[in-house]
């Protein structure tokens, strides 16, 4: 079956622009989660959530941005007035169950943003 | 503070050799590790995990191995092969549902 998707694959914006970043989920997964990976890091988590709960945002940097899951299905990752360090690969993940640390996390392939 | 850390930025093997990577934690709270496999322009693909309660999982030509003691886990790939070739993260996570990652290490299996 079809894995995660994220859209779009690459976006550059201006400094100051807002940018949408799109994930749909595997078909039927409960969880979604959202990380940052930095050119040369590890992925970093920015948050989660469980159907459309948004139950743990704690790794959001700034109030700059904001996640949402309306129907418990699509997700979207808002980041307003982007700034330089926001460049990076945004990665989307689902899992299948209701949480928990041995449920696994299956990756979309990213959106890389460039803020010029 | 780097919860987990991954020290050896490259590896180099040839193929049907042993590959083994290696990675490090400093949250004793941490009870469940996992290895992610990562080509250019692909997301993150899971590999193999452990739970705290064991030492060891195998799965084909893959082994990890967990000393809590040491706070240290291991990937084991045997024997390598050229496709293998990918960055490896170690994860980890406290009995919640985010990961931790590592910074990874890049493996090259050449000929």
């Known amino acids: 079956g079809a894995g995660v998707s994220q859209s779009p694959r690459y976006k550059v914006a201006k400094r100051g622009q807002d940018v949408a970043l799109r994930c749909d989920p595997i078909s039927g997964h409960v969880s979604l989660f959202w990380y940052q990976q930095a050119l040369g890091q590890g992925p970093e988590f920015l948050t989660y959530f469980q159907n459309e709960a948004q139950l743990d945002k704690s790794g959001l940097p700034s109030d700059r941005f904001f996640a949402e899951r309306p129907e418990g299905s699509v997700s979207t990752l808002k980041i307003q007035r982007t700034q330089q360090e926001d460049s990076a690969v945004y990665l989307c993940?689902?899992?299948?169950?209701?949480?928990?640390?041995?449920?696994?996390?299956?990756f979309g392939p990213g959106t890389r943003l460039t803020v010029l | 503070d780097q919860q987990v850390k991954q020290n050896s930025p490259s590896l180099s093997v040839q193929e049907g050799r042993i590959s083994i990577l290696n990675c490090d934690y400093t949250n004793s709270m941490f009870d469940y590790f996992l290895w992610y496999k990562k080509y250019p322009a692909e997301g993150p693909t899971f590999l193999i995990s452990?739970?705290?309660?064991?030492d060891k999982n195998e799965d084909g030509r893959f082994t990890v191995f967990l000393n809590k003691s040491a706070k240290h886990l291991s990937l084991h790939i045997v024997p390598s092969q050229p496709g293998d070739s990918a960055v490896y993260f170690c994860a980890a996570t406290p009995n919640t549902d985010k990961l931790i990652f590592g910074t990874g290490t890049r493996l090259q299996v050449f000929p």
């Open positions: 452990i739970s705290s309660i064991k």
């Open positions: 993940a689902s899992s299948l169950g209701s949480g928990g640390s041995t449920d696994t996390q299956y």
